[in-house]
């Protein structure tokens, strides 16, 4: 199959996807808790806020974790 491109917007959907995917797997075999791991993702959030930000991607991962602790239920 010939390497096809994949737009940037997709391909970061279908990865948000996909680690929602990773994560619900994970906790309903109870080797993960999908709450700690939301607030460890929210605390990675607040991390980058502290130090600046330099590549502006608190609010976006802040996002993810918020979209993670929403799609998931337990």
């Known amino acids: 199959m010939p ?4 737009p940037g917007d997709r391909l970061v959907l279908a990865m948000i996807s996909v680690l929602r ?3 619900l797997e994970l906790s309903r075999r109870g080797v993960l808790n999908k709450d700690e ?4 993702v929210q605390q990675t959030a607040v991390a980058h806020r502290e130090t600046g930000d330099p590549n502006n991607l608190a609010d976006a991962i802040h996002a993810i974790s918020e979209h993670l602790d929403d799609s998931i239920v337990d």
Not at 3 to 6: P, Y
Not at 37 to 40: L, P, R, T
């Open 3 to 6: 390497s096809k491109k994949i």
């Open 21 to 23: 995917t990773l994560v």
């Open 37 to 40: 791991f939301v607030h460890i």
